[in-house]
Every structure is written in C-alpha cells, then in structure tokens.
C-alpha cells in the first residue's frame, strides 16, 4: 500500500478539523493512534469496530470479508456519530476503515478530515499478527488490500506513513494539521 502519490506530503495540510477519521486497512494501527491522539487533545473518541453490527463480527471472525451491503448500516451509524460532532461542534476522532472512496463520500462532511494510516503490506502483515484479541484474522487482509482505494488529492485527507511509532505519527498528524488541545475546564 504505496503512500497517496497524488498527494504532495509537503502541502498545505487540510483545513483545520472539527471530526478526524483515522482510516486504514486492519493493522494500520488506527485504534493505537487514534487512542493516542484523542488522550493528547482531550477530544472524544470511537472506535469503528465496535458499531458494527453483530452479523457483520460473526461473518469476519469466521474468515469472510464484509461486502458494501454489510457496510452500508455500519457506516451510516459512524455517519451519525460524525454528523453529531459537527453539529455540536465537538471535536472527536472516530476510527473506521474508510477503504473505498464511495464509504469515504457515506462519511465526509465540512468538518472532517481523513487521516489515512498508510504502509506495506509486509508491515501490516507483522502489526496484525502480533496484534491478540481481536475478531479480524489476518487472513482477512488480502482482502482489505485488494478493496483500499487510498485517499486522491480531491480528498480532505492527509496520509501518514506507518513505520516510526504510534506517538511518532500523532505528533505528525498533530503538527501537519496543527492541532490544539481542548483547554482544560477550570
């Protein structure tokens, strides 16, 4: 999974964020980063994974890969979390796969920016089994593979590279869409 080549890593980053959707194929890290850097900005946090539908973790724990009609529900509910947040203008970072563009469309709004969690193959392949817990196999991540569409330059997103440490790309994903913490309530 090359990093976005139709993105300039040196541009002007996205415009300033109100919801963060830390996207990327299973092993990214996407959970790790987004735990990270929702504790750092004290903004509030989801994890994906577990709005999904009960059917759709049987089907995946069995070793089946989820098609865009096990998707849709799923995704609508991380849209109404996301579209919540804008609302009420609440910061919040939410993780969610996002592979395809059409799913990336199901969730954007003004406010939101992608940050996709990018790597090779071989990388994911050795996050994902050391990772324990977890109802995705790492069989599944062919899958995934074959399904990602990275992020194109019409996008809201921004593409970190995995490899350094997970503090390493929040520190990254803080500076390049210069991030502030909510201040504390006194």
Request: with cysteine; charged share 20%; aromatic share 4%.
């Amino acid at each position: 999974m090359p990093a976005d080549e139709n993105r300039d890593p040196e541009a002007t980053p996205p415009s300033t964020p109100l919801v963060l959707v830390i996207m990327g194929v299973s092993g990214s890290g996407k959970s790790t980063v987004a735990g990270l850097l929702a504790g750092r900005l004290g903004w509030d946090l989801a994890e994906g994974d577990d709005m999904h539908p009960a059917a759709n973790v049987a089907k995946m724990a069995a070793g089946h890969p989820l098609d865009d009609e096990d998707r849709w529900p799923w995704l609508d509910t991380i849209a109404a979390w996301i579209h919540q947040h804008e609302a009420s203008g609440t910061p919040g970072i939410i993780t969610c796969s996002a592979l395809k563009k059409i799913y990336r469309d199901r969730l954007r709004g003004h406010d939101v920016v992608f940050v996709f969690l990018s790597g090779s193959q071989d990388q994911i392949a050795t996050r994902l089994t050391a990772r324990h817990g977890h109802y995705m196999p790492s069989s599944l991540l062919q899958s995934q593979i074959d399904t990602l569409e990275a992020p194109t330059a019409d996008e809201n997103a921004l593409t970190i590279a995995v490899g350094g440490t997970p503090q390493h790309e929040v520190t990254e994903i803080v500076n390049r869409l210069d991030l502030k913490p909510i201040p504390p309530i006194n």
